[in-house]
């Protein structure tokens, strides 16, 4: 069974910090990673997705992807209180027919 | 800009019932999805269909049943709905199956 995993959390940060978010996967011929945000009672929507190694920045919101290490993370800059939610982390397998979904690591920012 | 409706926010049935959830997209995506989703669990993957008439099981597709006639429209059938059916239901699409996934709002399901 191949796994997305995540640390459940919860993640506090105060505001203006930086909030790391991790994620580990366990198919080696994933080939496109996804993050999620997800509030409270409503339906996940994507924020970033990055296919390739290294960075890829879109405003306060910075994705990284290692596929040697086999780990994708999601920064946060400057973090604001609405901010707070949960964060799924979602890989293709190797096929590239379906997502897999983490459970998600839910962020706290405090004002 | 993209865009995922389900039928209902919420919605309470009684055990025995059939209930029809509905997913409508209008970006003329190829594939669409059902999910449920429930606390410790996450999201997990009951149906999806990846054409019109074409279907294939999820992770969890027993008491469950799908239709797509039309392209833009994708249902989940309860069968017979238990306690157990009770959750929060998922409706994404996508344009090929290893881009990205849009979902609907979510249909809060409670059988009674």
């Known amino acids: 069974q191949k796994e997305v995993e995540q640390n459940s959390g919860p993640l506090s940060v105060p505001e203006g910090a930086i909030a790391s978010l991790n994620c580990t996967y366990s198919d080696r011929g994933s080939q496109s990673f996804f993050w999620y945000r997800q509030y409270s009672g409503k339906s996940p929507e994507l924020i970033m997705f990055i296919y390739s190694n290294g960075d890829k920045e879109d405003g306060r919101f910075t994705a990284q992807l290692n596929k040697a290490s086999q780990y994708v993370s999601l920064l946060i800059r400057d973090s604001q209180p609405s901010d707070s939610a949960t964060y799924l982390c979602a890989v293709t397998n190797q096929a590239g027919t379906a997502l897999i979904f983490g459970k998600g690591t839910t962020l706290s920012v405090s004002s | 800009d993209v865009k995922v409706t389900q039928s209902s926010r919420y919605l309470v049935k009684r055990t025995g019932e059939k209930v029809f959830l509905e997913c409508v997209q209008d970006m003329d995506h190829e594939n669409m999805f059902w999910y449920r989703q429930d606390p410790g669990l996450g999201l997990r993957l009951i149906y999806f269909s990846y054409d019109v008439k074409m279907k294939e099981k999820g992770d969890i597709p027993e008491g469950y049943s799908v239709s797509r006639e039309k392209k833009e429209r994708f249902s989940l059938i309860l069968e017979s709905a238990s306690t157990n059916q009770t959750s929060m239901y998922l409706c994404?699409?996508?344009?090929?199956?290893?881009?990205?996934?849009?979902f609907g709002p979510g249909t809060r399901l409670t059988v009674t």
């Open positions: 994404a699409s996508s344009l090929t199956r290893e881009r990205e996934q849009y």
